[in-house]
């Protein structure tokens, strides 16, 4: 499970890099006008990268605490 979410974290960072070039790109060829709403899926790809992020540091404690309260008890 730690090797998928490690793929999906960078997958979305990957695909947040890449719609920004291709809609910065297409909006300098083309329009920003009828490109620049599509700068909202960069952000979506973002906010996925750093949610994942963030849920993937706060399982880690969360693990290491219980780890710990096991060890006492026994």
């Known amino acids: 499970m730690k ?13 947040a890099i890449v719609l920004f070039i291709v809609v910065t790109y297409m909006g300098i060829t083309e329009d920003f006008n009828k490109w620049g709403f599509s700068y909202v899926f960069v952000l979506i790809a ?3 990268f750093v949610t994942r992020r963030w849920m993937m540091k706060r399982m880690e404690k969360q693990i290491k605490i219980l780890e ?7």
Do not use: H
């Open 3 to 15: 090797y998928y979410n490690k793929v999906m974290l960078y997958f979305w960072l990957f695909t």
């Open 46 to 48: 973002l906010f996925a």
């Open 68 to 74: 710990e309260q096991e060890s006492k008890k026994d």
